[in-house]
């Protein structure tokens, strides 16, 4: 079966542009996430993400590092956009997620980003990645419409801290394919203490739950192997419970489906300003990811990935076998 991206059809009944619309009027008074900042960003007005119009790229690349279901043989294009609407103090990506004066020079036209996309298409790759894309969705979806005719033809993946306006992705429904949410706390003290930002927990549940209406539970692959359409939620282990991973699982298995496909991380380690703050300065201990592990267990996910503690390398594309000896040892 070949894969048709769902904006294919989209753009060719005209909504495609109906909703390019609505979201650039967005930007007129910004709230295009959900700190509703009201900034006019067409006239270059800065606010809490220190991005204006024009989009920010800060590196694209045929990127190996995901989930090997998204990125198969030929991985994944990513375009990583510059700065960011949350500011984490572990940031793994802080070099250009929060430091605005230098991304400022990485301020690209909407022509260039198309280009982008068709290079990295080019080059063979699996799945066009925006990560970081929430502050400039209006400028993705801008870009998209000169790509498009010109023969853009790859699933989109919308790689995202979940900080997400509803509004926003509801006019996203049919233009991406594949979300990728961090879903990072279930506390909204510790969303607002490690990443500046208030009700994490309510707003980051909410745009899961519209990505999951959107696209459902179940993933589908093609004939290739890889991912084409669904949700995959990623849950980075922090150390001292921060992440409130008993939570964070549970809220998905009651609210959303046991079914839904995870992606559980271990790669955490203290960088940026964590290296100073309190319960961030260390690495995960093996005690803390087993118990999560367990807990895959306890609510009945079977579909997703799991980094192996030490090399971060992800384990097979489901969890039965990896959790099975951990309830012999219990
Ligand atoms: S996208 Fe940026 S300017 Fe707009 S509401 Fe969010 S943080 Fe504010």
Redesign the pocket.
Known sequence: MTFTPSYIPLFASGEFHQRLQELEAMLES????????G?N?VNNE????Y?GYLPVVSSYCQHFGEEPALGGSRGVGNIFLGNC?LRCVYCQNFQISQNWKIERMNEVSFERMAEMMLELQGKGVHAIGFVSP??FVPQIVRALSIAIPRGLNLPLIYNTNAYDSVDVLRLLEGIIDIYLPDLKYSDDDFGYKYSKVKMYTGISRAAIREMHRQVGSDVVYGDDGVVKRGLIIRHLVLPNDLASSEDTLHWIAKELDNRVTLSVMSQYYPTHKAVTTELLDRGIRESEYDKVLRLLEKYGFENGWMQDFESHDYYRPDFKDRIEPFKVEV
Do not use: K
């Open positions: 910004c709230r295009v996430c959900p700190h509703d900042c900034n960003r800065l606010a809490r993400c991005s609407n929430t502050h």
